[in-house]
């Protein structure tokens, strides 16, 4: 397969001989959109997802060419796929993305990446012993506004780094809901995967997922993946010690991710970073010379207004990937502010690690969980980010991972 061109000059259709054949699995919502993305770059040979008339319905939208699947592992043994989105509930991530790795596909996944710290830490072992490119679909570090609040803020734009705040937005409440009879086309009991065999709700499916704790991390992971992320990315360190608190739900057969909560970070290098699920949705860094607020809408403050006569020339933009602090901040031809698909496919070519690799969406989605598990336990915990662990807390220890279901456990593959 050979990709030729950077992303950014895709502007026709290339030769097929030229094209990677994609397969797309979890195609409602987001992983519609994701698929429909990867099209430019290559042809859509395969479609997979668990209810039927979402397989239908896009099986239809990319022609009467690819084959469908119920079980991504038929679509995984297929010869000619040679790249994988992911658009599934959370609770699949992980899994698919290590089968997909061990199949020997490229991923592009859908954020967040893992339901636990313990998946990421397998996750990365794969993708480093494999050699694959996984792309997550934290797409706010391919945006223009979001990346220019870290250049500033690591080019001192602000003065030394103090705090970060960052609104993500309530969750949703909701319930009792009504058991139903499972739907002909839905196969559920593929649907819960890992996740504990519990009697259908719609409400637990589809969209709403993410309102469960069995599934999903409530708004700590869901905005918390794209806002978290660029916080994270701007302090360039570590949290240390979270302190969390919430209330929650006690409503049979409803929504049980928390109502009310936040959370603070102290960091490594001594940066406090603050969560609320209440305010102007977005992220504050506050410097000893100013501060700057950036969202999908503005980035704004005093230093983002001296930038007309004092400017940010693009060449000097240093920030690209964040490797746990151990490889330098990158920057070149694989510059993902042209766009966060075609940063995947540049990185498929030359076999790079793209704007949002394994490592830096590991470690953001892994400040999202410790932010639960915090919010759990009640009080403050400490954690070591060379050693991921809790020294000496076994609950907040236990609180890395979650039991498997039967058939549906992951299996990494790797010695």
Not at 13 to 36: C, D, K, N, T
Not at 219 to 241: C, F, R
Not at 331 to 348: E, P, S, Y
């Amino acid at each position: 397969m050979s990709l030729r061109q950077p992303a950014m000059a895709y502007t026709k259709p290339r030769m097929v001989s030229e094209r990677a054949g994609i397969g797309a699995i979890g195609l409602r919502y987001q992983g519609s959109v994701i698929a429909h993305k990867a099209a430019m770059y290559g042809d859509i040979v395969a479609v997979c997802d668990v209810d039927r008339n979402v397989r239908d319905t896009a099986k239809s939208a990319f022609g009467s060419t690819p084959k469908d699947y119920e079980n991504y592992r038929q679509l995984l043994e297929r010869k000619d796929v040679d790249i994988v989105t992911i658009g599934t509930p959370d609770h699949w991530h992980t899994k698919m993305v290590i089968d997909a790795c061990l199949a020997g596909k490229d991923v592009y996944c859908e954020k967040p990446l893992t339901l636990t710290i313990d998946e990421g830490i397998q996750l990365r072992e794969v993708v480093r012993k494999t050699g694959r490119v996984v792309q997550v679909g934290s797409w706010q570090r391919s945006d223009d506004r979001f990346r220019q609040a870290v250049e500033m803020v690591h080019q001192g734009r602000i003065g030394k780094l103090k705090q970060v705040d960052v609104v993500l937005g309530k969750n949703k409440t909701g319930g009792p809901f009504a058991q139903r009879p499972v739907p002909g086309n839905f196969n559920w009991n593929l649907w819960q995967g890992q996740t504990p065999d519990v009697p259908y709700l719609e409400e637990r499916s589809h969209y709403t997922f993410r309102w469960w704790y069995e599934y999903s991390g409530g708004q700590m992971t869901d905005w918390g993946a794209h806002h978290l992320d660029i916080a994270q990315w701007g302090i360039n360190s570590l949290p240390v010690e979270i302190t969390g608190s919430a209330k929650y739900p006690s409503v049979e057969n409803g929504f049980n991710v928390a109502v009310d909560f936040d959370a603070s970070y102290r960091y490594a290098n001594g940066v406090v970073m603050n969560v609320a699920d209440n305010g102007r949705n977005g992220i504050m860094f506050t410097g000893e010379a100013g501060r700057i607020f950036v969202n999908r809408g503005v980035i704004q403050g005093k230093p983002v207004e001296d930038l007309k006569r004092d400017p940010l020339p693009r060449e000097q933009w240093r920030a690209y990937s964040f490797d746990n602090l151990k490889r330098p901040p990158r920057a070149g031809k694989l510059d993902a502010i042209i766009n966060h698909m075609g940063n995947f496919f540049d990185c498929v070519e030359a076999r790079e690690r793209p704007v949002s690799d394994i490592e830096s969406q590991h470690r953001s989605v892994s400040t999202c969980h410790l932010g639960n598990i915090a919010m759990k336990t009640g009080r403050t915990v400490k954690w070591d980010p060379e050693a991921e662990t809790f020294p000496g807390d076994a609950e907040a220890q236990r609180l890395m991972k979650r039991d498997q279901r039967e058939g549906f456990e992951t299996d990494t593959g790797v010695a």
